[in-house]
């Protein structure tokens, strides 16, 4: 008689769960064309449908505060753990700050010069608020809430991100006191996230109803805006990373930065199937170690850099900010464009990896300015998806080239064992780096060091 071992829970392997966003993807694909239809096809049914838009834009509405809270706070609980190592911190931050001022700069220039959403013309359903001619002294006592607590549920989102700011610097200057209240608020950004989730999935009504109504109303402008702003971010992605990451990176390193793509291009198909460069980060710290940055310094700036350094959402917040503005024929004056600038640049951190988050923060930021123009982030809704590979890609590129910037400027990087990969002399081991498991970095800087001086001696 033969029995069964009992599996060891330390040694057996938890059975990795399934992702299904993929068929969330392919529900939002079939509502966008299904909406299409029913707008050329039927316009009044078309039009009487965009509650279905509207209800799903309050349904992240009621998520920007928590958002924003949760993100702002534990972004600068990461500074103060960046800013331990020192030189290596502050040199990260500062460059992470620097491109994502320049990736939105460069969203609001090519958004004025496009204009996708010009000509659409679609109702918001709303006249606009009374008194917006407020004066700079009521704007600014306007962002200091009643108590702290009501700012996370009165609806203002300058509020909530004042109260963000307070309360994550008080925790930075709390040092180890600290740190439970930072992992019980990593705790709730864990459940608001889950929360965003789980509305993501009714995505496909709220993109079916908005996109039928906006068809209905103006039948074919309707698709060449959505077609033109989807093509002028991919084309503003590409010459981000091609033009200015790659003209830096020569500059600074002498690398190529095809080379680099290429020797990334198993994590970059990964990024493409599952629309998230989360997915990609235990590869890429083992990568980048492999290519010759030391571990200290991939291991401050890759983490940070995932949530700071993100270049590819800040286009799109900014571009997707005045396509909405533009089609609701409301456009922004430049003093509002600076003002969101600013806004995106602090509430656009942590804004990846997780599905919804753009949207919530995209209308955050048209919330905290022109809060007419938040209905119209449902014309977003049904063609976000279609724009997410090209902004994480976009996020995954510009923290590969910052890892590599970063460590040479630190004298961290080691530039001939670099162009020896790169070369493919040295492959990198795909043994030692599973999707699913990183037990163990590829190399630290001494064996890297060590392998070099054995290749020369030999």
Known sequence: MTTNPIPDPATEKPTPRRDRTKYLYLAVIVAVVLGIAVGFLFPDAGKALKPLGTGFVNLIKMMISPIIFCTIVLGIGSVRQAAKVGKVGGMALAYFLAMSTVALVIGLVVGNILQPGAGLDVS????????TDESTADFLLGI????????????SVLQTLFVALLAGFALQAMGRAGEPILRGIGHLQRLVFRILAMIMWVAPIGAFGAIAAVVGETGWKALAGLAQIMIGFYVTCAIFVFLILGLLLKLVTGLNLFSVLRYLGREFLLILSTSSSESALPRLIAKMEHLGVSRPVVGIVVPTGYSFNLDGTAIYLTMAS???????GRPMSIGEQVSLLLF?????????GVTGAGLATLAGGLQSHRPELVEGVGLIVGIDRF????????NFAGNSVATLLVGTWSGEFDKQRALTVLRGDDPFDEATMLDDDHPEPAADKTSLEKTSLEKQNA
């Open 124 to 131: 918001a359903g709303g006249k606009v608020p009374e008194g």
């Open 144 to 155: 200091i809430p009643e108590t702290i607590f009501s700012a996370l549920t009165s609806g």
């Open 322 to 328: 005045l396509f909405v503005a533009d089609a609701l």
């Open 344 to 352: 995106m640049i602090i509430a656009s951190k942590g804004a990846a």
């Open 387 to 394: 724009m997410s590979e090209a902004r994480a890609l976009t």
